[in-house]
């Protein structure tokens, strides 16, 4: 493969992430007309040319570049790159370029060529309906910390995956109800962005195929969260999961790998330690960060809270039971086969069928179960 023919474009679609070779023609033989073209003769004249029209959603873009024209090739590369690069919600929105450029040693007419998964038209619908969201679900007073966790629930209370593999952006997500994981990483980036709070786009794998994630900054440190593992598949109307809410590298490696780590900034610490630091600040807002605390199952964590004794056990189902409840998430201690015996004395509180997840407690020897119940 001829590698100076080409150009390497890293975009999403369909299961997510697709790295794609698309095609940079430089025709030096094909002369256009020059009627009507604006003068640029720096880098940052082209960066912003270019990233105006990307903004704009132009296909077609001509002007007269007026410099060293032997550089042109490759400074006309860098100032697409960037301008991509500096708005990831256009990065992604980018469907494939093309530019020529005829002229002399100082001075070119140039074409850039550009087509989009997403028209001028749908983003400002995506604008327009996340500013609706965002003023109803954003209250005054509101942390970052509550602002991103009721942003990441709307996203998964309001969208479903799109099995069909055909809907890849924000736009889709929101005028249809479906998207793959590019929608969801895309419109968080948007959601998150508008109340400002810094975030990027991740690539890599989860499960075996290709993916895409939102890595989100709070009080200066960064953790991963992805909107799409998070919502369930087929599509629970009213379930919302945390299990991919705000990690660290080391907890989200344990399923999810992404590329080009050195690019992206280290979420090094869990966040339930930042909540943790948070809570014992005190302060006015100490019972939103417990609330938080627990609405995330951190108090998981505690030990003492561990259940070891099936007594135990049946006394908390027993409350459930009288609030109207049917599942319950606890720390139990004791083997897998031991939890078995335990959940079939719950049988003689009158349930019908029940059902358990159970993991590994991460950092510890215990176990994560949940269970739910029919009566």
């Not at 924000?170 to 959601?191: E, F, I, K, N, P």
């Not at 109340?195 to 075996?208: D, L, T, Y």
């Not at 593992?229 to 490696?253: C, F, I, Q």
């Not at 009288?322 to 079939?344: A, P, V």
């Amino acid at each position: 493969m001829a590698k100076k023919a080409k150009r390497v474009i890293t975009i999403l679609l369909a299961s997510c992430l697709v790295v794609a070779w698309l095609p940079r023609t430089i025709d030096l033989d094909q002369l256009y007309a020059a009627s009507g073209t604006s003068e640029l003769s720096t880098a940052t004249d082209l960066h912003h040319t270019l990233l105006n029209a990307m903004s704009q959603r132009t296909e077609k873009l001509m002007f007269t570049y007026k410099g060293n024209v032997k550089g042109l090739k490759k400074q006309l590369q860098t100032s697409i790159d960037e301008a991509m690069k500096s708005d990831p919600y256009i990065q992604y929105t980018v469907k494939s370029y093309a530019f020529n450029y005829k002229g002399s040693n100082t001075t070119a007419e140039v074409h850039v060529n550009l087509s989009y998964r997403e028209t001028k038209a749908q983003t400002d619908y995506v604008n327009r309906k996340v500013d609706h969201v965002l003023k109803e679900i954003i209250k005054p007073g509101m942390t970052s910390h509550e602002k991103t966790k009721v942003i990441h629930d709307w996203i998964v209370l309001n969208l479903s995956y799109d099995t069909s593999l055909q809907k890849y952006t924000a736009y889709d997500g929101l005028a249809t109800g479906s998207t793959v994981c590019q929608g969801y990483s895309l419109l968080a980036y948007r959601m998150l962005e508008q109340v400002g709070i810094e975030n990027r786009i991740v690539e890599g794998k989860a499960g075996g195929q290709l993916h895409a994630w939102n890595l989100v900054k709070l009080d200066g440190k960064w953790y991963h969260m992805d909107t799409t593992w998070d919502d369930p598949t087929p599509d629970r109307k009213g379930k919302v999961s945390h299990n991919y809410y705000l990690l660290s590298d080391k907890e989200m490696a344990r399923d999810h790998v992404w590329t080009g780590k050195n690019k992206y900034p280290s979420a090094a610490a869990p966040y339930r330690e930042a909540l943790l630091q948070l809570m014992k600040a005190g302060g006015n807002k100490q019972e939103v960060y417990q609330k938080l605390y627990h609405a995330l199952e951190y108090s998981l964590y505690d030990e003492k809270d561990a259940i070891k004794e099936r007594a135990v056990l049946k006394t908390k189902v027993q409350n459930i039971l009288k609030e109207g409840g049917n599942s319950l998430t606890f720390r139990y201690k004791g083997t897998e086969n031991r939890l078995i015996e335990d959940l079939q004395d719950l049988y003689q509180l009158g349930m019908k069928s029940i059902s358990y997840f159970v993991s590994k407690l991460e950092g510890t020897t215990d176990l994560r179960v949940k269970i739910n119940w029919t009566m």
